[in-house]
């Protein structure tokens, strides 16, 4: 039986995927099991162990070795309590552009999460990934875009990130 997940596309997990792309890996294919153990996750279909474990073997089915600081940023994720990440510049971010509401499809919570594990300083050296996610998200909805706006929330989100507010 195949799960229904909005992060699915064929064999691929997009959750995954995106957590390798800044790694240049590819795309991270969804092993055996792999969605029936996400959806049991205590965060599922959303940046957990799971779709961490998928961009680890990624990585290594790739490149043949995992990049330590891919290593490092998901190293969180495979500690045994579940990780809180309601914080960070993902969640500022969410909190900034409260009206562009979820929506079905979107992948904004799954995003926000990985965001919020990057950390500010990952999200600051990764903006350009982040400005083509909203200006993708922008398009599919048939909204207007500006990159320097989106540059200045994404900036402004940091921030609060590092303040703690």
Known sequence: MMIECKHRSGNTCLIATDLVTAYHIGEAVITTGACERCVQSSVPQEVNDVTASLAVHAARTVKGVVPRNLLTELKPLFRREVVPLEAGPGTELARILWWFDHKK????????????????????????TIIGWLKAEASRRGLPFSKTVARHYIDKAIRRARRGT
Request: hydrophobic content about 25%; some cysteine; aromatic content about 4%.
């Open 105 to 128: 499809g979107c992948r904004c919570k799954s995003r926000e999460r990985m965001m919020n594990l990057w950390g500010p300083s990952l999200c600051e050296a990764r903006t350009d």
